[in-house]
């Protein structure tokens, strides 16, 4: 289990690719995921990519700023219809097409994602 913010960055920044593996996989409290969110901001897509995040801190980066952050997170299978109401709509085209890219996500909730403004995203939805 990852204990601290620094010990995350320290297997994430990691030239072993164990340590960067630990950082992909291993959990951590919802104190600490918190804390690197909030003091480490260049690492919150790393947060994303972590298989163990919870539901709960994926809600807190569906609504980033930052794109980068929000693709990663429309892209995880795990997420919860909170987060899909977040992204369905999300002013960035590329978070809709990860979205849509997300093979956890039903053929009928993938309907449900703005796509009126985008062919290209029409076009990405009906090969689905």
């Known amino acids: 289990m990852i204990q601290t913010p620094e010990e ?30 909030e003091n480490y901001p260049e690492m919150k897509e790393w947060v994303a990519h972590n298989k163990t995040v919870p539901l709960e801190i994926l809600e807190v980066l569906a609504t ?36 849509i890219c997300n093979t956890g996500l039903a053929l009928d909730l993938k309907k449900k994602i703005k796509i009126d403004d985008s062919g290209w995203l029409k076009n990405e939805l009906n090969e689905k």
């Open 8 to 37: 995350f960055i320290r297997l994430r920044t990691s030239e072993d690719l164990n340590d960067q593996r630990t950082s992909a996989t291993d959990s951590a409290d919802i104190k600490t995921w918190l804390e690197i969110i």
């Open 64 to 99: 980033d700023k930052d794109e980068k952050v929000r693709c990663v997170v429309a892209r995880k299978r795990k997420i919860n219809n909170r987060i899909f109401d977040l992204l369905k709509a999300d002013s960035d085209k590329t978070v809709r097409h990860a979205l």
